[in-house]
């Protein structure tokens, strides 16, 4: 049986009204299931402690988290990427952080245990850095849980699907020979943190072992999935994991107001397949799945449900819950769909989708000629 994992505390991990990345996210998801008549029965992790999250960030980086959260004055706090438009400091961030990361690291723990597949219905905050919070993201939960789980033995293919590059997950395990580390993300030209390029591959005993793939903005479904095949096949055929830690951010969706994508929740529908069954040929089926970005009201409370169903083999249903629409609807303002999925023909037609997949075909070519350098 698949372990969910949540907490209300995560509720806390709420940088204000106006900011996008919002709890209300889960919450809809959340209600979603319970309206579709799953009853979600999550188990309830532990913050992490001072000493978890000090084994993948700096000490005077937490210092600042810390000091800020307790409404401390910090001069230099810009410098830990703290008090900015993206990540303004709000009172008991440190402990709201810290049960977010804590949920990852339980899912880590659970799969050391024997679990195969796990679902944290948070974190997945990929941006924050050894020292800098980025991006909406404070501590780095998928950093401390794949490290958890690499100090136990453990071969961790991360895979990144957020429509951002996973540049602090990267970052962290730059030159960790047992964690390959996969990113599909909008191009770095062309959003958000301007990184992912396909040449950062890794360094020291982790070289080749750092796979970034940037696609072109408004690359479609079609596209993606072919270049997540040709790279994970090639990938995983080299670096046989024993753990999948999965960042299912829900912002690569054509809807998403942040990001340039065109994913539908078929797409994602397939794409989450793609990794189940990738898991199951190569590490047992054990997979772990934070969710990550996804700021469309629409589609990200959808895309997360959808994940819930799949990994307890449960099917998607063809209609929304009419209750459910009226009432998100009512209180945030988003467009709800009758459908579970994503109506056919729901955004305009990209007019240059050749030239799209002609370009990301030969981003695959020449990263995968790049990296297969260094394996052996
Ligand atoms: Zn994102």
């Not at 810009?78 to 899912?107: C, K, Q, S």
């Not at 998928?142 to 990267?170: C, K, P, T």
């Not at 080749?208 to 940037?214: D, M």
Request: hydrophobic fraction near 40%; charged fraction near 20%; aromatic fraction near 10%.
């Amino acid at each position: 049986m698949p372990s969910v994992i949540y907490h209300p505390a995560y509720r806390n991990y709420d940088f204000g009204k106006h900011h996008p990345f919002s709890p209300v996210r889960v919450e809809m998801a959340l209600d979603l299931l319970d309206a579709l008549g799953y009853t979600v029965n999550p188990v309830q992790p532990e913050p992490a402690t001072r000493a978890d999250i000090l084994s993948v960030h700096e000490e005077n980086f937490v210092n600042c988290v810390e000091a800020l959260s307790s409404e401390v004055d910090v001069p230099d706090s810009a410098r830990y990427g703290l008090g900015t438009r993206d990540n303004p400091v709000f009172p008991g961030m440190d402990e709201a952080a810290r049960w977010i990361a804590g949920g990852t690291l339980h899912g880590a723990r659970l799969i050391e245990q024997g679990e195969r597949r796990v679902l944290q219905l948070g974190g997945g905050l990929h941006h924050a850095r050894r020292d800098v919070a980025s991006g909406f993201c404070i501590y780095n939960d998928l950093a401390v849980a794949i490290r958890y789980l690499s100090q136990r033995g453990f071969w961790v293919a991360y895979l990144d699907v957020d429509v951002h590059h996973g540049d602090g997950v990267q970052q962290i395990l730059y030159e960790d020979m047992h964690v390959m580390t996969v990113s599909l993300h909008e191009s770095g030209r062309y959003l958000f943190p301007g990184t992912g390029d396909i040449h950062e591959l890794g360094s020291g005993p982790g070289r080749g072992l750092k796979l970034n793939i940037p696609l072109e903005p408004f690359t479609e479904g079609e596209s993606y999935l072919e270049t997540f095949e040709k790279v994970m096949s090639a990938a995983l055929g080299q670096f046989r994991p024993g753990v999948f830690v999965v960042q299912a951010g829900a912002d690569a969706h054509f809807d998403d107001p942040l990001a340039d994508l065109m994913l539908t929740t078929h797409d994602y529908e397939t794409l989450f397949n793609r990794i189940l069954h990738l898991a199951d040929t190569f590490a047992a089926g054990r997979v772990l799945f934070t969710l990550g970005g996804g700021y469309s009201l629409c589609a990200a409370p959808r895309i997360w449900a959808m994940l819930y169903l799949m990994i307890h083999d449960l099917p998607v249903p063809e209609r929304l819950p009419a209750a459910w629409c009226d009432r998100w609807s009512r209180i945030t303002g988003a467009w709800m769909p009758e459908e579970f999925h994503d109506p056919d023909l729901c955004y305009r037609p990209v007019t240059n989708r050749e030239e799209i997949i002609l370009r990301n075909r030969h981003v695959v070519r020449r990263l995968l000629d790049s990296a297969s350098h260094y394996w052996v």
